[in-house]
């Protein structure tokens, strides 16, 4: 399984990117994927994630602003973030994780919101 990132760049407040997860070893479409995020300093959180099913779900803090999405023709999962606010700055992460729970994470995207 790979995974990967892209996306991420600079960007002022308020300003929007669309990140993009492309997958090969796996199907997307058939399986629960998920974008996390980490700041400097702090864990690893979940930020969003899609079911089989096309059902979503959100964190609190970007519900609103966030939304995750998959391509399947292309095996590719996409989290648009909009409305972006500085503590929004991380490292983005996609997440599979298999049967056995083991995961599997891309290389992470950077995003940098300024003030």
């Known amino acids: 399984v790979q995974l990967q990132a892209s996306g991420g760049g600079l960007v002022q407040a308020g300003g929007s990117l669309r990140l993009s997860c492309a997958a090969s070893g796996i199907i997307v479409s058939r399986n629960a994927m998920g974008w996390y995020r980490q700041a400097p300093g702090k864990q690893r959180e979940l930020v969003a994630d899609?079911?089989?099913?096309?059902?979503?779900k959100y964190a609190d803090s970007v519900k609103g602003r966030f939304t995750i999405s998959r391509d399947n023709a292309k095996n590719t999962v996409y989290l648009e973030v909009n409305s972006l606010k500085p503590e929004d700055t991380a490292v983005y992460y996609c997440n599979y994780k298999d049967i056995w729970n083991y995961d599997y994470w891309g290389q992470g995207t950077q995003v940098t919101v300024s003030s």
């Open positions: 899609i079911n089989s099913n096309g059902i979503t």
